[in-house]
């Protein structure tokens, strides 16, 4: 399922001018605070009415400014989830997700209440009320809730800002694995690199209320018109050892990296996010305590504003991003083609973890 929008809307002094298309899988609209995500998503939900444009679900119209259409939320299918799960205090987890059964009426197909808790691990909290429930049990019923309802898609509006860290890093493998399910397309909003990294299939990425690109997370993250001087390396990594010197091995396709000890089990995946700005290049090998040195062969050197520039570094099968001055680059004659060599510090990599 497709979901098309292309919309205007002068909300007070903000306009919002937005166009974009969300195939199946996870959408994230990503960008920072105040950019025009969270309108998105209420105009999408029918929660505001865009002055312009069309909002069209599988072929549905749900807004059409031209043709008078401007379905309530109700008849829009869509399942929202919110920052502050709104469950009803006065019923219990189990009525709290049968109220979204009942919403999609007696024809509602989609997956049994035992599928969501299951899915969710829920099961053992049926009986209890939100106010005894921790935050992100709470955020897992909100999830359940939606899915109940039968929805064409899932509205996700930053449903994990409101969570500590240790919260967030609970949650966010349930929307891993209700994406990898496919029971349901989803639009996810996030100003969190962490969380689009580890969930989308698509990024929208936003600013002032306007589309600044569309593309994969590796294409948007590593984009110096989009992220500045924060753009990034994503690189998949495989535990594959921990020493007894306190550092953790693991396997890439750009080599092999040395990391602080991480607690995780041997064999386990994880995402590396590298900071462009963590990246020094030499044009030989160096003699140096460094123990990521990262062999390969620059393939773009683009300019920056401030004086600097953006070097790719093809090694193995993977890109690595350094973002230096513009002065080292002259100095080392950096230029595509040539052989380079990466080095990343193993600290900044753990505070990489984090960001």
Known sequence: MTLLVDIKAQLGAFSLDVQFAAPSGVTALFGPSGCGKSSVINAIAGL?????????SASRPLFDAAARVNLPPHRRRMGVIFQDTRLFPHLSVQQNLTYGCWFAGKLRKGPS????????GISHLLHRRPASLSGGEAARVAIGRA????????????????????????????FIALRDAALVPMIYVSHS?????????????MGDGRVIAIGSVDDIFGRSDVMGANA????????????????????????????PQMSADIGTSHMLRINSGDVILARSEPNTSALNILRGEICSVGAQRGGAVMIDLRAGNATIRARITQRSCA??????????????????????EDR
């Open 48 to 56: 505001i009415r865009p002055d312009q444009g069309q909002i069209i």
């Open 113 to 120: 209440l035992q599928d969501v808790t299951d899915l969710l």
């Open 147 to 174: 899915l109940l309802s039968a929805p064409d898609m899932i509205l996700a509006d930053e449903p994990l800002a409101a969570l500590d860290e240790a919260r967030r890093a609970e949650i966010l493998p349930y």
């Open 193 to 205: 690199v962490a969380e689009v990294a580890g969930l989308a299939t698509t990024v929208v990425a």
């Open 232 to 259: 990034i390396t994503l690189l998949p990594a495989r535990i594959v050892g921990h020493h007894s010197d306190g550092l953790s091995e693991l396997a890439t396709e750009a080599g092999q990296i040395f990391v």
């Open 331 to 352: 100095s080392m004659g950096l230029d595509i083609g040539q052989t380079c060599f990466a080095i990343v510090k193993s600290l900044s990599l753990a505070r990489g």
